[in-house]
């Protein structure tokens, strides 16, 4: 079955710090990573979409400057979180399907939860 | 835009029982994806379940099956003998067949009793 992986899952950081997070696709083609954040109050927002040979789309209110996100092969992503303050605390969620098998459903990581201090 | 709503913030139910869980959407696309996730303590999140507008059928998986009533926009979820490992936060979700967008409702709490 679809797996992906993502970690660190858990990071604590000093606020106006970075924090790195990965994703990795096992048993299929990840030709599209979605980034999602999950509020403390638990409600999602889309951050991004990252489609393999195609621009990164950003979600209003994210920009690439503050989540910039690589996604060089079909079973690895990352996004970092610059300069990390408070209301970027919550779990960042990284959900992945395959295109081109017409994979309509997006799998989840674990997550990475960023905690600011 | 759409919308995805979970009315239930949280249900109690005994083990081995049967619960329902509701979820209604909003969309103006003719053709779209429903999905159910459950999100673990951990924070993992877990498709469990997809219905495609299309189809009439209810989707079943295991233990989990839909109630699909396309006319109401209403994408019920039905865990039958339920597990305390059940227990968990459910939500639903929808996404347009020609649009990327996952949208999320606000989740409902399930507790599993012995």
């Known amino acids: 079955g679809a797996l992906v992986y993502q970690y660190p899952r858990r990071t604590i950081c000093k606020s106006g710090t970075s924090m790195r997070m990965e994703c990795q696709a096992v048993?299929?083609?990840?030709?599209?990573v979605a980034w999602y954040r999950q509020s403390p109050q638990k409600t999602f927002e889309l951050i991004a979409l990252?489609?393999?040979?195609?621009?990164?789309?950003?979600e209003q209110n994210f920009t690439q400057e503050k989540f910039p996100i690589s996604h060089p092969n079909l079973s690895f992503s990352s996004m970092t979180v610059l300069n990390a303050y408070l209301e970027d605390r919550g779990l960042y969620l990284c959900g992945a399907r395959d295109l081109r098998t017409s994979g309509n459903t997006l799998y989840f990581g674990e997550g990475s939860r960023l905690i600011v201090v | 835009a759409q919308k995805v709503t979970q009315t239930q913030t949280s249900i109690s139910v005994v083990e081995k029982t049967t619960v329902t869980m509701d979820c209604v959407y909003e969309t103006r696309d003719s053709s779209y994806f429903l999905f159910w996730y459950k999100q673990t303590a951990s924070g993992e999140i877990v498709f469990l379940i997809r219905q495609d507008s299309y189809k009439k059928e209810n989707a079943t998986v295991g233990h989990y099956s839909l109630n699909f009533q396309k006319p109401k926009s209403s994408i019920g979820l039905i865990i039958t003998a339920t597990q305390i490992e059940d227990s968990a936060v459910y939500f639903c979700?929808?996404?347009?067949?020609?649009?990327?967008?996952?949208?999320f409702g606000t989740g409902t709490s399930l507790l599993v009793d012995p």
């Open positions: 990252s489609t393999v040979n195609s621009a990164i789309k950003y």
């Open positions: 048993g299929f083609q990840a030709t599209s």
């Open positions: 979700a929808m996404r347009p067949n020609m649009g990327y967008k996952l949208t």
